[in-house]
């Protein structure tokens, strides 16, 4: 008799949190890195620095999930590293452009969203970004709709993922909900597991191994989610 195939683990999960870029969001098929290697070029060019290495595609997907207070800074020598607000205005419109004019989800991600507020989830949206790069996706793809919560870096004094996710459970449902945090960076585990929540990792988005390290469950597409919540 053939062995059963076994079944996918299913997680409790009242509160749902999501990262953005990498998770929901596809900012490398939107054309976002190659925009921050544009407003790059754009600052260097003004500042007489034409001689800087522009990032690397790859470098931009290692730092994406950062907050600007470190992405920034990471991509300059140190002895420029005081210019960094100004690289990150600079980049940003570039980076808005992108956004408004061809911005896209990861396939499947609508479906998901959609399937799990019928479900009765709440949806919370957590993003280091900014509220300029967090209003312009969430204009693009109808955020407001999909999701019951947005945080970004700045709202309410808040700084990291975790105090996010603290801020939200206390609106939302209270201590002792059953939590689920998805994303595609160590910061994104870091917070859930701070909350108790189940860590799901998305292998399509920009992290790597070590990033999943303490997950408890892989995904390798958004529709894929459906088979974890229960």
């Not at 600007?68 to 990150?88: D, G, S």
């Not at 991600?109 to 312009?136: C, D, N, Q, S």
């Amino acid at each position: 008799m053939p062995a059963r195939a076994r079944e996918p683990r299913r997680f409790s999960a009242h509160i749902i949190f999501f990262d953005n870029d990498g998770t929901v969001f596809d900012s490398a098929r939107s054309g976002v890195l190659k925009a921050v290697q544009d407003g790059f070029r754009e600052f260097a060019a003004r500042r007489g620095l034409a001689h800087l290495p522009v990032p690397t595609i790859a470098r931009i997907k290692e730092l994406t999930g950062a907050p600007n207070t470190e992405f920034f800074p990471a991509v300059l020598p140190p002895e420029l590293r005081h210019l960094a607000p100004e690289l990150r205005d600079t980049c940003l419109q570039h980076e808005v452009r992108a956004i408004r004019g061809r911005g896209e989800l990861y396939p499947g991600v609508l479906e998901l969203l959609r399937e799990l507020r019928t479900r009765g989830k709440k949806l919370v949206l957590i993003t280091h970004a900014g509220v300029e790069y967090l209003t312009a996706t969430a204009e693009r793809f109808g955020y407001p709709t999909l999701f019951d919560r947005l945080y970004h870096v700045g709202l309410h004094g808040l700084a990291g993922k975790a105090e996010m996710m603290a801020h939200a459970v206390a609106e939302l449902a209270g201590d002792g909900a059953p939590l689920m945090a998805v994303g595609d960076k160590a910061a994104d585990m870091a917070a859930g597991r701070a909350h108790g929540a189940a860590c799901v990792f998305c292998a399509y988005g920009f992290g790597t191994d070590a990033d999943a390290e303490g997950a408890d469950a892989v995904i390798q597409a958004p529709l894929e989610l459906l088979e974890l919540v229960g």
